[in-house]
């Protein structure tokens, strides 16, 4: 079975092919290496702007694509 993470990771990389989109092509667009923004979709590492990226290319937010990693305010559930 797959962790929490890999499973993301496929989600994301999934979702991107059916937008006609990749993790290379967020890469480019940011001028970073497909690497790094694997580290980023695997929760491995954390960049605010691939983040923001990806779930720009995925029409969400940052915040829903990613929940465990953004806190939740105050007085939220």
Same mark, same amino acid.
């Given at each position: ?11 994301? *990389? ?6 006609? @989109?990749? %993790? ?5 667009? =940011?001028?970073?290496?497909?690497? &790094? ?10 960049? *605010? ?6 779930? @720009?290319? %995925? ?5 829903? =694509?990613?929940?465990?990693?953004? &806190? ?6």
């Amino acid at each position: 079975m797959l962790s929490e993470e890999k499973q993301l990771h496929v989600h994301i *990389k999934h979702a991107l092919n059916l937008k006609g @989109s990749s %993790l290379a092509d967020i890469a480019r667009t =940011l001028n970073i290496s497909q690497g &790094s923004v694997s580290q980023v979709s695997l929760g491995r590492s954390r960049s *605010k702007r691939v983040e923001g990226a990806l779930a @720009s290319a %995925l029409e969400t937010t940052p915040e829903q =694509l990613f929940p465990d990693r953004y &806190s939740k305010k105050e007085g939220e559930p």
